[in-house]
Each structure stands twice: as C-alpha cells, then as structure tokens.
C-alpha cells in the first residue's frame, strides 16, 4: 500500500484498502474556522430541532478552531460570527480555538504546522478546501463542508472512497529565485485545475528530499487547486525536526510500502523550473514569467496559507531590501508566530522602508473577503491560490497567482517581473 | 423530477462566481440565495424558479469547500445540477447535506439539452428525458454510498451500520 492507503486502512481498521473502496475512517484532528463554524452551529441547531443529540461531542481534544476568514471582525456581520464561534467552544468544552488578539493566531493551515496540530500519520480533517495544505506533514489531510464537519464532530468518523495516488517525482534542487509555488502552478497548468480531481497527489523524489517543510506545504496547499482530495509528502527527519522545534515529538512516521502503487507518474526536473504566474481567471492558467503579459500592476498582495509563511517572507525581503515599492503592496504574515520572526530578524523594517503596508494575519482579501479587496479593472500579483472571477474582489478585478519572489519583484517594478532581473 | 433548465454552457463554474467571498459570513440562507450565481449571472435570481434544474459543462463546483454554494442554489429552487463532471467537495457537500441532486450527464445530454427545455429526471432507470425535444439521455449512475446517502436523505440520515 501507499502511505494514503496505509493510513486509511489503520483508520478504517482494515488491513489494507484499495483505491475505490468505501471506508469509514476514524478522524484524528478536525478543524474548523469562522466561516465553516457557524455553518456547523446551524446543523446542529437543526438536528436539535429534529431530535437528534447534540449535547457533547465525540472528543472535544481533538477539535481545533481558528478565527482567520473576516478578523479582525469585517463588520457587525463577522464580528457576531465569532461571538457564536467563541460560545460554541465554551460550551463544548474546545481549548484548542486560536483567537485574534490573544497571542497566537493565524490561518488555519498555517496553525496546523505552526501549533504542530496534526502529525504525520494522522487523518485530519477541516472545514476548508485547503486543508490539503497539512499533508506535507505526512498526514492524510482532506477539506470538507462543514455539514461533514458537523458529523465528525458528533462521530468522530467519515466516509471517504480511498483515492487513486498521482505521484509526482521531482528531481533536483530548485533553482535560485524559484519557490515550490513555481514548480506547483507548472504542474497545475499541466494537468489541469481538474486534473487530480478525487484523488491523491503524492510528491516525492530528491526534489522533495531538497525542499523544507514550508516548500512541501505550498505544494501540497495548491493541489486543491487540481481539484485533488489531498497531497502528501512522505515524512522524513526534516518533517521530525520541525515538528520537534514545535513541541511535537510523539508520533509515528508511516510511509508507504517498498511495492507501493501509483495510478500516474509524473516527472518534473524541478533543478530546470521558471518562475511562473497564473493569469486570471484560473490557477491552471499558466506561463512563465518571461512569457507574461505587459500589464500595469495596480497591487502586489503578499498573504494567505499559500504565499505568506515564514520563508515566503524571507524571500519577499531578500528582494525588496533596499529597494522601493512602486504600487500598492500589503504583506500580512499568515501567522502571529511568524509576524514575530519577521519582526525579531528585521524584516518588518525591510518591508515598511521599502513602503509596502504591513497587516495582521486574516484570510482577507485572499477570498474577497475584507481588507484590501480589489475594485473593478484592478489588476493584482498575489501569492494566493485562485484567481477566479471575482475571488479578490471586484468581478471585473485581475489577479496574476505567482510565487513571494516574483510578488515581490514586480512590487518593485509594476509590471510583472521575474526576480532574477533584479538581481 | 420534473424541472426546466437554466443553461451555462462553460466549464469551470466555481464557487467564487456561485457564491462570492463576501458572503461567506452570511448565514442566513434566505438572503443568501439572493446572491447565488452573483459572479456569473446578476439576472439569476430573479429568473430562477422553483425546481429549476442548472446545465453545465466539466469541472461544476470546483474551488473552496464552501458550502454556502449547494445552499444558496438550492434555496433558490434548484433541485439538480446536470454537469459533464463535478470537483469533489461541490459534490459531496450536495449530497451530505441532501441539498439538490449532482448529475453527471454525458456530451449528448449536454449537447442537446437547451436554456428553458422541461426535463424529467428518473434517477432509479438513470435516464434523463428532454420532454420539450422529445428525446431521451443516460445519466451516470450514482455510486453505491451516494446512492444510498441520497435515498436517507443526507449524510446525518444514512445509517452505515444496516449495510
């Protein structure tokens, strides 16, 4: 078996399962946020109504909650949402909710690395299509509505039809100024914003042996973008390392066996990788950065799960030191812990003398939602994950999907721009 | 099941344009279905009528896991999507939440299913028939835990232990 079906098979008690079976996986770590969570309040107060015990939990230890779409609170709207997300965790007793304003705080994705929420081997589950973002961890990491989320929340189990695995073999280091969101939006354009629809995108190879954690997790965040139930990277010492800085030391690394089987292989020099974009209106649709169009650029946005960890910031101030912005250019950390690193080794000054604005974690303008959402004709370079029509904004607004380098890069310029010109 | 068609003959329809970002914070499904299809189709609220049925090409749902998008379709009215194919959380947040039915239609329904056509879908013969055209379609059969989790009447209804 491969490493998803051997996790799958522990967590459905069986010993062993093929692509296409039905199985009820028992859940490890289920998330929800505040758009996902007062979806869930609302189907328990309907079962309630129907009868149906909601009382307590399966076990509220492993239910996390992260405050991360409209905080700080957009509006009355939003700000009513966390209230009725803040009672929900009282009342069942949920200590795992990460709340703006009280120390650690951030996108969900980004907690479930930061905080070591999930580990390798563990089935998790959250109320977002990015959860695929965890599975560099070497968890099997799944998004779900939140009706789902609901049903583990009383369960602790969910269905799932095991997925057939694409493994992507990628070889050599990448390049110098080529980021992990390259290598993803060429393979994105290859097979297709449909092209891992239901299944497992696996990445492996001594691209990945080369890669850090954080590259490992902007690949596997932007297989949702695929269409892909998940991805997953088989964990090794430096998943055990980063997980070990962050208190997590209790685990079990499973991975897949020596006759493992893979419906697709695909193989990727990652060593020969461009620096690339998605031009609007979809992740898989994509060129290199040498091929782009000559556009005005009224924004650079640096921010979300995808774009904004702590390597993504290093990258952005290794281009932007020294130099000056020349459009709009917001860089919100996607997490207080990072915020603090970037604070601690003096890239928040890097950022802030270049004249870019600098803001709080939050899903913001990522998904349209508040703080720096984009008006019509506007045209934005964004380290985020989708640019359909109107995802940041305005339905008639652009946005070009790039890595942190070439974000930043073309802050500098206005136009898009590869960041090996500025070198 | 008997409903006349609303056709958006593209591929790709995602949740930003069913139900855009803004509205994530609205929990209200009523108002919520007054956006629904904001992005694409400002006319859909007001054309869309009860039991309504959407046509349209590949990929029907892709994007986030919201599932404002299946809520704010089917309080509108609708009651099925015909779709050349599906991205998978669209499609189980569908049937989980017994919201409207997920068709997969092939290129002939797709073809020749037309904006305004009343259609009868017949889900226990798999069979899809275009009463204004007078002509008959296969649909994909369900899988056998779909199947099942649309007969409960959603997942919370679905006891998996009396397989």
Known sequence: MNIVEKILARASDKSSVAPDDVIFADVDKVMMHDVSGP????????????????????????????????????????????????????????????????????ICHTLSHEEAMVMPGDVYVGGDSHTNTTGALGAFACGLGHTDIAYVLLNGNIWFKVPETYYFKLNGKLPDHVMAKDLILKIIGDIGNDGGAY?????????????????????????????????????DQKVVDYLSQRGATNFNLVTGDSDAEYSKIFEYESSEMEPM????????????????????????????????????????????????????????????????????????????????????????????????????????????????????????????LTSPMVAAASAVTGKITDPRDLI | MKGNIIK?????????????????????????????????????????????????????GCGSSREHAPIALSHSGIKAILALSFARIFYRNSVDGAFLLPIEIDQDAYDGISEGD?????????????????????????????????????LFKYKPDQD
């Open chain 1, 277 to 400: 974009i998605a031009k609007p209106f979809s992740p898989d649709n994509t060129c290199v950065v040498g091929e782009a169009p000559s556009v005005e650029l009224d924004k650079s946005y640096i921010g979300s799960c995808t774009g904004a960890k702590y390597e993504d910031l290093e990258a952005v101030a290794k281009i932007l030191k020294g130099r000056k912005v020349k459009i709009r250019t917001e860089i919100l950390p996607a997490a207080i812990s990072i915020y603090q690193r970037a604070m601690e080794n003096g890239l928040l000054k890097i950022f802030l003398d270049a004249g870019a604005t600098v803001g709080p974690p939050t899903c913001g303008a990522c998904c349209g939602a508040h703080m720096g959402v984009l008006a019509k004709d506007e045209i934005c370079i964004s380290t985020t994950n989708r640019n359909f029509p109107g995802r940041m904004g305005h339905v008639e607004s652009q946005t070009y």
């Open chain 2, 118 to 154: 009343e259609i009868d879908i017949d889900v226990s013969k798999n069979e899809i028939k275009n009463i204004t055209k007078n002509q008959t379609y296969k649909m994909k059969p369900f899988s056998e835990i779909i199947g099942k989790i649309i007969a409960a009447g959603g």
């Open chain 1, 39 to 106: 979806g869930v309040i609302k189907v328990f107060d309907k079962l309630k109504k129907q009868g149906i015990a909601v009382d307590k939990l399966w076990d509220p230890t492993k239910v996390w909650v992260a405050e991360d779409h409209f905080v700080p609170s957009a509006d009355k709207m939003s700000a009513e949402n966390i209230v009725k997300l803040s009672n929900f965790t009282k009342k069942y007793g949920i200590e795992k909710h990460f709340k703006y304003g009280m120390g650690q705080y951030g």
């Open chain 1, 199 to 235: 299944r497992t995108m696996q990445f492996g190879g001594s691209g990945i042996d080369e890669m850090s954690v954080e590259s490992r997790l902007t690949l596997c965040n932007m297989t949702t973008e695929a269409g892909a139930k998940n991805g997953i990277v088989e964990p």
């Open chain 2, 8 to 60: 958006y003959a593209r591929d790709n329809i995602d949740t930003d344009v069913i139900i855009p970002g803004e509205y994530l914070k609205v929990h209200d499904y009523t108002e919520l279905a007054t956006h629904a299809m904001e992005g694409l189709d400002p006319d859909f609220h007001s054309k869309v009528k009860e039991g309504d049925f959407i046509l349209s090409g590949k990929n029907f």
